[in-house]
């Protein structure tokens, strides 16, 4: 049976309040908070914020 991150990245219907799918989204806000926090001209470190903390899927996929 299909996780319902997998069944999201399938775009099938999915229960967004699924552990692991509420775990992503903190992350996320987590790594937006980070990156906002960055110098604009810094582009080193706004890269290593963003793509630091993203599994290489969803970076592979484009699904940001």
């Known amino acids: 049976m299909k996780s319902e991150k997998e069944k999201m990245l399938d775009v ?3 229960n967004a309040a ?3 799918l509420l775990n992503d989204r903190m ?3 987590r790594l937006t ?3 906002n926090h960055t110098i604009e001209t810094d582009e080193a470190q ?3 914020k963003m793509v ?3 599994p290489a899927r969803v970076i592979k ?3 940001i």
């Open 46 to 48: 706004r890269t290593e």
């Open 33 to 35: 908070r980070l990156f």
């Open 61 to 63: 996929e484009g699904s």
């Open 52 to 54: 630091g903390g993203i």
């Open 27 to 29: 992350n996320v806000r």
């Open 18 to 20: 699924d552990p692991e």
């Open 12 to 14: 099938e219907l999915y």
